[in-house]
């Protein structure tokens, strides 16, 4: 009978911590169809087959919990790119090279994410606050990330330093480029994904490093 029991313990307690990742799931299902606006807590509680009140365990509101969706799709990508940069020894060339290269494989061509982005873009007017939060938690970070590798080849003198290095949101415009060109035209002007990123990664290197 202890066994028993305490095997009843054990599900309950693996059900709970499992629980935000399934009212995450249930979040951006919910949101991907009905949008950010019309979308309930309701609809996602019933999603996720809890409460209501369950998701406040969690989460504080609506935006909070579209937030943390977007975070943990973002989670992985940026904790990868950031280990890139600490565990790198070889050159700025290199270390942009396999970052970008794993940007595009895990955040350029996930459907999940530009469906986010999609939302965002949709919401935005509406929902300024929900915008600046994005802002703030992933875009800046992702930012810095870039400034981070950025400044180090600077320090190696392998970067020089210009209007590119001043305004960095330059480098990484072709990937919204990406989001909304597959928003818009995918099904009838599909892209090169291979041939588009290897004119991205040159336009970057091309502008960043110094002459040798």
């Known amino acids: 009978m202890t066994d028993v029991m305490g095997g009843h313990t054990e599900t309950r307690r693996r059900r709970k911590a499992e629980r935000p990742q399934e009212i995450l799931e249930a979040a951006f299902a919910e949101f991907s169809r009905n ?3 019309t979308t309930t807590l309701d609809q996602i509680a019933e999603r996720a087959g ?9 989460f504080d ?6 937030i943390s969706m977007v975070r943990e799709l973002m989670k992985v990508t940026l904790d990868a790119v950031q280990d890139m940069f600490e565990r790198h020894e070889g ?3 290199d270390l942009l090279r396999e970052q970008f290269s794993f ?5 350029v061509e996930d459907r999940r994410r530009r469906e986010v982005v999609r939302m965002l873009i949709a919401e935005a007017p509406r929902f300024p606050a929900l915008a600046d939060r994005y802002h703030e938690e992933i875009h800046r970070p992702c930012m810095e990330l870039l400034k981070q590798a950025i400044e180090r080849g600077m320090d190696r003198g392998e970067i020089r330093r210009s209007a590119v290095t001043e305004c960095p949101l ?3 415009a072709p990937i919204a480029l990406v989001d909304v060109w597959m928003m818009m035209f995918d099904d009838r002007h599909p892209l090169d994904l291979k041939t588009y990123f290897d004119a991205h990664l040159d336009l970057v290197l091309k502008g960043l490093l110094a002459k040798s």
């Open 61 to 66: 509101n609506k935006e909070h919990l579209f």
């Open 103 to 107: 940007i595009y494989r895990n955040v």
């Open 50 to 58: 809890v409460t209501k009140g369950t998701i406040y365990v969690y």
């Open 91 to 93: 050159s700025s060339a």
């Open 35 to 37: 949008g950010y606006a």
């Open 170 to 172: 330059v480098i990484i």
